[in-house]
């Protein structure tokens, strides 16, 4: 359940006070960009294909399941655990800027939380639930400019749909081969996309899919007001980790480092510093 929704009735800076869900009560949609820095185009329209309620319904049964996994086995960290007050204060200034990027994010019940655990992983699913492994936090070591990269990522990969996306490409292929000459029908896209709630945490992005939600998490992160030149740094030290011998990797395993994607990073940083300044000015 979330506690955090948007209520007019309630200051911005009445306390948060949920265990396990937080959303910034007020604002969420007086941040709104002039005009975007990065170019990511406009996104797919093929995501039509799947209703998206749909999907993000799925996603929280699937984000709950896995909850109360963690729980069971000890490894959810509770309210007062630090690193997770610290994923919530990136959030918290993270999540104002979401809406521009896609307006039902103003209505997601979003979530955040921490999992106790070796692997390097985070994720957003859709609708807005996110969670982070200690291991990507303990093991790289990363800054909050680096942790807001991350998240940024994720949420990223929230806002454009990628995953309704996706979904919508094989699962139009399969059912159009079905089909024949036959209309492709929104009902058999919406079956699977409730079907498809448990394999959410493993979906494979495309490289595009990637490079959209590098630049559209810097430009969050930096409108948010943290240092842009972390995604560098970032994405360096996942490197250094792919090679390494730490286990766990499964962030890695789905978000390849390489010199191509610092590169793009690199070019598209200028872009966006002076968004950064005027955030810190801003205070």
């Not at 979904?167 to 929104?186: D, E, H, P, Y």
Request: hydrophobic share 45%.
């Amino acid at each position: 359940m979330c506690l955090f929704c948007p209520a007019p009735s309630v200051a911005p800076s009445s306390p948060w006070s949920a265990r396990r869900a937080f959303l910034l009560a007020a604002g969420a949609t007086a941040a709104a960009p002039v005009l975007a820095q990065v170019d990511v185009g406009t996104a797919s329209s093929l995501r039509k294909l799947v209703p998206a309620e749909t999907l993000e319904n799925s996603a929280a049964q699937q984000y709950q399941q896995m909850l109360q996994q963690a729980k069971a086995k000890r490894a959810l960290a509770p309210e007062g655990h630090p690193q997770l007050q610290r994923l919530h204060a990136i959030a918290k200034r993270l999540i104002p800027y979401a809406a521009p990027w896609n307006d039902r994010a103003r209505q997601w019940r979003w979530e955040v939380n921490l999992i106790g655990s070796q692997q390097i992983n985070a994720f957003c699913m859709p609708g807005g639930k996110i969670a982070f492994y200690t291991g990507i936090l303990d093991q790289l070591k990363l800054t909050d400019d680096e942790a807001a990269m991350i998240m940024g990522h994720e949420m990223a990969h929230a806002l454009r749909e990628h995953a309704r996306e996706r979904i919508a490409k094989t699962q139009g292929t399969n059912l159009a081969l079905r089909l024949g000459s036959q209309l492709l029908g929104l009902g058999d896209l919406g079956q699977a996309a409730a079907g498809l709630g448990g394999q959410l945490l493993t979906l494979q992005f495309s490289r595009s899919d990637e490079s959209e939600a590098d630049l559209v998490g810097l430009e969050l992160a930096a409108r948010a007001g943290y240092q842009p030149s972390a995604a560098v740094s970032l994405w360096k030290k996942m490197g250094n980790a792919s090679g390494s011998k730490q286990g766990g990797l499964a962030f890695l395993s789905t978000h390849p480092s390489g010199p191509a994607r610092i590169h793009e990073l690199e070019l598209n940083v200028p872009k966006v510093q002076g968004l950064y300044e005027a955030a810190r000015r801003n205070g």
